[in-house]
């Protein structure tokens, strides 16, 4: 006989994820972490004291303020997003997986919407994906620290890193406090030393969500940006490969976000988070 409970899961940023095991795993050994764990941070290169060019402070105060702007600046972009979630048991039984695509659009009249362009019926046998992950999907995995949400978190400096081509200030990042209803990021952080942008972000969405009959776990995840226009970098890629343990057995989740095509809209456009809507009805060509 099957049973449900639920697994938190998403992420840029996403959906919390709900086991869906039969009985017969319910021995299966389990090791739930804490939901204020912080993600186990990159391995140091060069943690401590360095050799730099302003105080901690002044880089945190720069690179949230280009953080705003920057936040501002995307909603000012159509692009193209695909999401994949793929789950099974810890032996790889019961596979399955969620897909869907949407462009991220604009009205004539600038009114910002998620169009779904492709979205097969779900296969999850083991989770299923639920309003955290959706909310973590669009505001943790693609993380963005603006000046506005500075006083949420504790940002510690740890050393200087060098990726590929980029050198990078590292940053531990937790929430300060944990809200009712509000979700968080827990991790590491790259700063672009040139641009004062983060470039690249490990770790998870939290709180874990964990009550009576229910267990809202989170994967760790992967985000990527690259530099799209001037000193904005956008994130274009993220990925989460993480078993889940659950009091009823271990889940594995692998996800894969991709973020294409960034076009923009206009540049007096200033609106909110994107929101799923139906399809607009037509409007009238703007008048000139």
């Known amino acids: 006989m099957s049973y449900l409970k639920t697994v938190s899961f998403f992420g840029a940023g996403v959906l919390a994820l709900c086991t869906a095991a039969v009985a017969a795993i319910s021995t299966l050994p389990?090791?739930?972490?804490?939901?204020?764990?912080?993600?186990?941070?990159?391995?140091?290169?060069?943690?401590?004291?360095?050799?730099?060019?302003?105080?901690?402070?002044?880089?945190?105060?720069?690179?949230?303020?280009?953080e705003?702007?920057?936040?501002?600046?995307?909603?000012?972009?159509?692009?193209?997003?695909?999401?994949?979630?793929?789950?099974?048991?810890?032996?790889?039984?019961?596979?399955?997986r969620y897909e869907m695509n949407s462009d991220i659009v604009f009205t004539p009249e600038g009114k910002r919407y998620e169009k779904v362009t492709y979205a097969p019926q779900s296969t999850l046998k083991v989770i299923q994906l639920t309003p955290q992950d959706?909310?973590?999907?669009?505001?943790i995995q693609p993380f963005v620290l603006t000046s506005e949400d500075?006083?949420?978190?504790?940002?510690?400096?740890?050393?200087?890193?060098?990726?590929?081509?980029?050198?990078?200030?590292?940053?531990?990042v937790g929430p300060r406090k944990i809200e009712k209803d509000q979700r968080y990021f827990q991790g590491?952080?790259?700063?672009?030393?040139?641009?004062f942008a983060i470039v690249k972000s490990d770790g998870k969405a939290v709180p874990d969500i964990i009550e009576k009959g229910r267990e809202n776990r989170f994967p760790r995840f992967v985000t990527y940006r690259e530099n799209i226009e001037a000193n904005y970098w956008f994130p274009t890629y993220t990925r989460a490969d993480d078993t889940l343990h659950f009091d009823n057995g271990d889940i594995r989740v692998r996800m894969t976000v991709r973020y294409r095509n960034y076009k923009r809209f206009g540049s007096t456009v200033r609106i909110g988070p994107s929101t799923a809507i139906d399809t607009p009805e037509p409007a009238a060509p703007p008048t000139r």
């Open 188 to 195: 590491t952080i790259w700063v672009d030393d040139h641009d």
């Open 30 to 66: 389990a090791t739930a972490q804490s939901p204020q764990q912080p993600a186990p941070a990159a391995p140091a290169t060069q943690a401590g004291a360095d050799n730099l060019p302003m105080s901690t402070a002044e880089i945190i105060r720069r690179f949230s303020a280009n």
């Open 68 to 96: 705003s702007q920057f936040r501002t600046e995307r909603g000012n972009y159509t692009y193209t997003q695909s999401v994949l979630v793929e789950a099974s048991l810890a032996d790889g039984s019961q596979s399955g």
């Open 150 to 172: 500075l006083s949420k978190y504790d940002v510690k400096y740890d050393g200087k890193e060098r990726i590929d081509a980029l050198d990078t200030y590292r940053f531990n």
């Open 134 to 139: 959706m909310k973590d999907l669009e505001s």
